[in-house]
Nanobody
Framework: QLVESGGGLVQAGGSLRLSCAAP????????MGWFRQTPGKEREFVAA????????SYADSVKGRFTISRDNAKNTVFLQMNSLKPDDTAVYYC???????????????????WGQGTQVTVSS
């Protein structure tokens, strides 16, 4: 089970930090990712981090503004979002997939566990 938190309403240029707790997982065996979705659009990759944090990937649209990190001791992955824009408004989903390598997957089909989502709204 994945549980996201930290969403909310923020003005453009502001920051939010999303958290995703995964208490039931052997966390160090999982690649973790963040995706987002707006109504009428397909789910979009945002960021991913490998088991050891040695491999990290970002969507071009968030590079330089968002930072993904994880705390393996707390079974939690984070998404620090800075310089937010109205286009970042979406429901953000945490995802997990068990891996035997240190990859950071960018396709949603590579993940098999999902959180319920947390709404992020950026006002202009």
């Amino acid at each position: 089970q994945l549980v996201e938190s930290g969403g909310g309403l923020v003005q453009a240029g502001g920051s939010l930090r999303l958290s995703c707790a995964a208490p039931g997982l052997t966390f160090t065996m999982y690649t973790m990712g963040w995706f987002r979705q707006t109504p009428g659009k397909e789910r979009e990759f945002v960021a991913a981090i490998s088991r050891s944090s040695g491999t990290i990937s970002y969507a071009d649209s968030v590079k330089g503004r968002f930072t993904i990190s994880r705390d393996n001791a707390k079974n939690t992955v984070f998404l620090q979002m800075n310089s937010l824009k109205p286009d970042d408004t979406a429901v953000y989903y945490c995802a997990a997939t068990r891996t035997w390598n240190d990859s950071a997957y960018t396709r949603d089909v590579d993940y098999n566990a999902w959180g319920q989502g947390t709404q992020v709204t950026v006002s202009s």
